[in-house]
């Protein structure tokens, strides 16, 4: 299974205030806080654990079916995310522009990531993207995100 999501540096810099206590106290655990004061740039850290944890939420909603979303019970570490006893493994670009992370449920399922230029052949089953591979007549979860000016889609084909 995979999830994505991207952040949109200049409108999040425009739109958010991240840097409240109460914030940063409902969506990250004292260890990732502990690594946001720590760090060079603590809001590119805040806004890679968001989209480490957003992407993985994606996965897990499809897997469970339940659309809640508590930020704090997903906690990050350097290419991981936990949730309960699930551990979800993330690759995140980071460039002056965007912040954008994938994950998935395994390692090896990067390999088997593809990007999607279009939505053309995006649909959703019981509200969840799937990507229809007409030339090999199959059907494959997809994940879309989508945040200011940028929009990245996604299948995993295996």
């Not at 740039?41 to 508590?70: A, D, L």
Request: aromatic content about 14%; some cysteine.
């Amino acid at each position: 299974m995979i999830g994505n999501d991207i952040v949109d540096l200049a409108l999040a810099k425009k739109e958010s205030n991240w840097n409240r206590q109460r914030f940063l106290d409902k969506v990250f655990t004292p260890l990732e806080q502990k690594r946001i004061q720590n760090s060079r740039n603590p809001e590119h850290i805040v806004w890679q654990f968001w989209t480490m944890k957003e992407s993985c939420y994606k996965i897990q909603n499809r897997r469970s079916g339940e659309r809640i979303f508590n930020p704090i019970q997903y906690e990050c570490f350097q290419n991981t995310v936990t949730f309960e006893d699930i551990v979800f493994y993330t690759k995140t670009q980071l460039t002056s522009d965007f912040i954008y992370t994938i994950a998935t449920t395994s390692p090896d399922d990067f390999d088997c990531v593809f990007h999607l230029d279009n939505r053309d052949n995006i649909t959703k089953i019981d509200g969840f993207p799937f990507w229809n591979c007409y030339f090999k007549n199959k059907i494959n979860p997809a994940s879309i995100t989508h945040h200011g000016r940028f929009e990245k889609l996604i299948s995993l084909e295996k």
